[in-house]
């Protein structure tokens, strides 16, 4: 019965870690989100040149960020600029990046 029980134990730790390991780190994130500023970051969230609407990344949720970030990456969703800064990330840099945003005050 002992080895049972520690053996759940292990179990659940493990699932437990792995659990917040695949959410990611904000800090991470952080620090791998400078160059989305640079579109992302603009006031009026508009982008200078072409002159088209870009997207409030803060505040957005964990799961959507994963998603898009992911189809940038394996070509599904289509544009340029995403579609080379996808091809760049890790999934645990994804993971980071959608952490890091979605912890961000919509208000900001």
């Not at 019965?1 to 437990?16: D, E, G, K, N």
């Not at 400078?34 to 870009?54: M, Q």
Request: charge should be neutral.
């Amino acid at each position: 019965m002992t080895r049972a029980l520690l053996f759940a134990v292990a179990l659940f730790s493990a699932t437990t870690a792995h659990a917040d390991d695949a959410k990611g780190d904000p800090a991470e994130g952080k620090i791998k989100t400078y160059t989305c500023t640079g579109c992302h970051g603009i006031t009026g969230w508009r982008n200078a040149y072409p002159n088209y609407h870009v997207p409030r990344i803060a505040g957005q949720h964990y799961e959507y960020v994963v998603a898009a970030l992911t189809e940038y990456k394996t070509g599904n969703r289509t544009h340029p600029t995403m579609r080379a800064q996808g091809e760049s990330l890790s999934d645990a840099d994804i993971r980071d990046i959608a952490a890091y945003l979605s912890s961000l005050n919509t208000a900001e």
